[in-house]
């Protein structure tokens, strides 16, 4: 029976409604002074708030094949993954970006799917695992490349005032291999017990 990438669907499905829903980005989008205010919701939901057509589509379809192919192939903890990294990601910017004033788009959730899954395949035998090795390392290089040069590598967006923010990357590639070693603990602990 096909697993339906339920969460992945619920993230994706939240992401065009605020697409689609452009007066409410004001109220959703991370804002540092907002945040310092009080409005701590936005430390989350601005990973949903996207400001460009082109943002969104890049953000959303690389989120969408890696969720895809996580629940697809049953890698646990995807869930908590999706509730952690936002939060991690929005933290991160608050602390280690305090000049970043507004920030949004889904890429350091869609980074922390595809380093979630890479980690995942790197345990399991033949092709796929020399893949995901691959996919990792490539990831590693882009976040590397991006942080040294401020330069998108794979996209170039024509909106100027889209900027690159590599620390929620990084957050978001952190967050995977927390919710990762937790997994393997956790199952290592039930096995042992």
């Given at each position: 029976?096909?697993?339906?990438?339920?969460?992945?669907?619920t993230?994706?499905?939240?992401?065009?409604?605020?697409?689609?829903?452009?007066?409410?980005?004001?109220?959703?989008?991370?804002?540092?002074?907002?945040?310092?205010?009080?409005?701590?919701w936005?430390?989350?939901?601005?990973?949903?708030?996207?400001?460009?057509?082109?943002?969104?589509?890049?953000d959303?379809?690389?989120?969408?094949?890696?969720?895809?192919?996580?629940?697809?192939?049953?890698?646990?903890?995807?869930?908590?993954?999706?509730?952690?990294?936002?939060?991690?990601?929005?933290?991160?910017?608050?602390?280690?970006?305090?000049?970043?004033?507004?920030?949004?788009?889904?890429?350091?959730?869609?980074?922390?799917?595809?380093?979630?899954?890479?980690?995942?395949?790197?345990?399991?035998?033949?092709?796929?695992?020399?893949?995901?090795?691959?996919?990792?390392?490539?990831?590693?290089?882009?976040?590397?490349?991006?942080?040294?040069?401020?330069?998108?590598?794979?996209?170039?967006?024509?909106?100027?005032?889209?900027?690159?923010?590599?620390?929620?990357?990084?957050?978001?590639?952190?967050?995977?291999?927390?919710?990762?070693?937790?997994?393997?603990?956790?199952?290592?602990?039930?096995?042992s017990?």
């Amino acid at each position: 029976m096909r697993r339906i990438p339920v969460v992945t669907l619920t993230i994706i499905g939240a992401a065009v409604v605020v697409c689609f829903l452009p007066r409410i980005h004001p109220a959703l989008v991370y804002d540092r002074s907002a945040i310092l205010g009080g409005e701590l919701w936005r430390l989350i939901t601005g990973q949903w708030v996207h400001f460009s057509a082109e943002h969104f589509l890049y953000d959303t379809l690389a989120l969408g094949i890696a969720g895809w192919m996580i629940e697809s192939r049953g890698y646990p903890n995807f869930g908590w993954l999706c509730a952690l990294s936002p939060l991690v990601i929005g933290i991160t910017l608050l602390v280690m970006e305090p000049q970043l004033k507004i920030c949004g788009g889904l890429s350091g959730v869609a980074t922390a799917a595809v380093v979630f899954l890479t980690l995942h395949g790197l345990g399991e035998k033949g092709a796929w695992r020399w893949i995901c090795l691959g996919v990792l390392m490539a990831t590693a290089g882009k976040i590397v490349y991006e942080t040294m040069t401020d330069r998108f590598i794979f996209v170039n967006f024509t909106d100027p005032s889209l900027t690159l923010v590599p620390a929620s990357h990084i957050a978001g590639g952190l967050t995977a291999l927390a919710v990762y070693l937790w997994g393997k603990i956790r199952r290592r602990s039930r096995i042992s017990s």
